[in-house]
């Protein structure tokens, strides 16, 4: 099954200092699998690696190094973002009790017909509701 990422399992599994067995499951299985992620992805994840260097929780150089790292992965970005995402995006996250961020990974899913790996609670719950399949390390990279 192809997969739709989000950013809290992308920085759970990138981070030195987060760890996740869901996350590494997920990378360990998706080899030969298609990673999708909404044009939100990027941002969110470079927002929390410049905020974590901020911080002091990773150097500089290993910043620019992750995200270069990140960068190289072979995701596939959504194209589809502006005016035509706006009211399918508000009326996820209303329905859902989403941020439009979040909601914006649920559509994704949803218009491709794939799977969703996330550490986000409330986004896997709204997932499920929704029919979409979310990734879990005890399944066998089937939905839960």
Not at 42 to 68: C, D, F, H, M, Q
Not at 110 to 134: F, H, M, S, W
Request: net charge negative; hydrophobic share 50%.
């Amino acid at each position: 099954m192809d997969w739709v990422m989000d950013a809290s399992l992308a920085l759970a599994w990138a981070l030195p200092d987060e760890k996740s067995a869901v996350a590494d499951e997920f990378f360990r299985r998706s080899e030969a699998e298609e990673i999708r992620v909404p044009a939100i992805f990027w941002y969110e994840v470079s927002n929390s690696i410049a905020v974590s260097s901020k911080r002091g929780r990773l150097t500089p150089a290993n910043a620019r190094r992750l995200l270069e790292l990140l960068s190289g992965l072979p995701f596939k970005t959504d194209a589809l973002v502006g005016q035509p995402t706006l009211v399918p995006l508000e009326a996820a996250a209303r329905v859902h009790g989403l941020s439009v961020y979040d909601a914006a990974y649920l559509d994704l899913a949803a218009r491709k017909g794939l799977g969703l790996a996330t550490l986000d609670e409330q986004l896997a719950t709204a997932a499920r509701q929704a029919g979409i399949p979310v990734f879990t390390s005890e399944s066998d990279g089937a939905a839960q």
